[in-house]
């Protein structure tokens, strides 16, 4: 039996057969008129499938709407509570089938990331036995880790559930590549306010002195030395601080010290002006200048001496250190080269990315092996094409940008010849 019927106009081919692949690609079994096989009784075969198919989506337009064959195909759906109604244009259903919900689908390159899509394939779902479809389709429009491990809580028996798994293990593989998402503070708990105010003291001035606490009646001045209450003493304690300050400078400055004491023989201890040194003495003290542990020795420290060998410290070029060459990877739908709504988490990161890393940008497409070799060539050029139009409008030059089309020549999953397998459906970026 199958899922879905598809009552469409012929002219509106190129958007039925969009619909179709969507559907596909959700593991259902979809017909519509371009699979009837040569030989077959036109009506009968279209009158066996309306009859079997669990949901009849009918896709209103102008034309279609003054078609017998179609108003026929959307009664049988609406007699038997069958039947799912989209518009393709501004159109007015006929009048018996105005009652029942339609939804737009007006956006024909990009339907699949609106809400109409999401109330489709709900309805298809729980006509067909799946009731997660709807839900799953919100989850890869909104590509967050935590939807996908509520659907596959609840629908970890779906045709979908492998599907969700890669896609929920791509989206934790970049929160980690991205690192931990900081969290708004947290305000502090609030205490109670009688237990953390501060006891205030009354202001002594105006009040009267306190008989039975002589310690409260003192002022500030009252409680300082006697030597820090006259202009004299202060004036003392000033010239003294100022020789203690001129004493200790002099005993650490390694140029006034005893000759004793500059007498060693170690280069590293002993501090001669650039001047004084010969060949060998400065090779040695500009060798020194280079510290692992980025403290610098008494000649580097000299501020009279900035433009000397042992001034200049070598420091490392770090600018790379927190690059990730990648891959970035996106996988496509089956059969479309637009980027699906959870691309866009990937390609930020690697856009984010390559602000710190710089240089070429490599793009390489690849594809399932469902089509012909030529058509998957064909397919994967364009897909990469995709992803470099959203990296230039993310700030990455088109210069530095190079790509290649490998068709299903790279399987990332051995499949024989003419399988749909969604990981080999991709586009990689790597920064060389």
Same mark, same amino acid.
């Given at each position: ?22 559907? #596909?690609?959700?593991? %259902?079994? #979809? ?7 040569? /030989? ?9 499938? #309306? ?64 809400? &109409?899509?999401?109330?489709?394939? @709900? ?5 067909? $036995?799946?009731? /997660? ?22 629908? $970890? ?22 690192? +931990?998402?900081? @969290? ?23 009040? +009267?002195?306190?008989? &039975? ?22 004036? !003392? ?6 020789? %203690? ?29 650039? !001047? ?21 020795? +008494? ?21 790379? %250190?927190?690059?990730?060459?990648? +891959? ?30 710089? $240089? ?9 092996? @469902? ?21 230039? $409008? ?39």
């Amino acid at each position: 039996m199958t899922d879905v019927f598809i009552s469409y106009k012929r002219e509106e081919r190129p958007r039925c057969v969009a619909i179709y692949n969507a559907l #596909v690609d959700l593991k %259902l079994s #979809v017909w519509f008129d371009g699979r009837i096989e040569p /030989g077959t009784s036109f009506d009968r075969e279209i009158e066996r499938e #309306v009859e079997g198919a669990k949901a009849i989506l009918v896709l209103w337009s102008e034309l279609a709407r003054n078609s017998d064959w179609i108003r026929n195909e959307a009664r049988t759906g609406k007699q038997g509570e069958r039947l799912v109604a989209a518009r393709l244009d501004d159109c007015l259903p006929p009048l018996e089938f105005r009652s029942v919900q339609t939804v737009d689908l007006f956006d024909a390159g990009n339907f699949q990331s609106g809400e &109409g899509w999401c109330q489709i394939v @709900s309805r298809i779902g729980r006509l067909a $036995g799946r009731p /997660g479809l709807g839900d799953y389709v919100r989850c890869e429009q909104a590509a967050e880790p935590g939807l996908w491990h509520d659907w596959l809580a609840a629908h $970890g028996l779906d045709p979908l559930a492998i599907r969700a798994r890669e896609r929920l293990a791509a989206l934790e593989e970049q929160g980690a590549q991205a690192g +931990p998402t900081p @969290s708004p503070a947290q305000p502090a708990p609030r205490a109670d306010a009688a237990a953390v105010r501060p006891t205030r003291q009354p202001v002594k001035q105006g009040l +009267p002195p306190d008989p &039975g606490n002589e310690a409260a009646n003192k002022t500030i001045s009252d409680r300082l030395p006697a030597m820090l209450r006259s202009p004299l003493g202060l004036v !003392a304690v000033a010239l003294s601080t100022l020789a %203690l300050l001129t004493w200790v400078n002099l005993v650490i400055d390694p140029r006034t010290t005893s000759s004793a004491e500059t007498k060693s023989t170690d280069p590293a201890t002993t501090w001669k002006p650039p !001047a004084e040194m010969d060949a060998a003495e400065k090779a040695a003290a500009a060798a020194a200048a280079v510290d692992t542990t980025g403290v610098l020795p +008494p000649a580097a420290k000299d501020t009279n001496n900035a433009a000397t060998p042992a001034n200049k410290v070598a420091i490392a070029d770090v600018s790379r %250190l927190d690059c990730n060459p990648g +891959p970035y990877i996106v996988y496509f739908n089956w059969d479309q080269t637009s980027l699906p709504p959870e691309a866009a988490g990937t390609l930020n990161l690697a856009a984010s990315r390559w602000e710190r890393c710089g $240089g070429p940008v490599q793009i390489d497409g690849h594809t399932d092996s @469902s089509g012909s070799a030529s058509y998957n060539v064909g397919m994967s050029e364009r897909m990469a094409a995709s992803v470099r139009q959203y990296l230039a $409008g993310r700030g990455i030059p088109d210069g530095v940008m190079t790509t290649q089309a490998f068709g299903e020549s790279r399987l990332k999953v051995a499949t024989p010849d003419g399988v749909r397998e969604s990981q080999n459906r991709r586009v990689e970026v790597t920064f060389r």
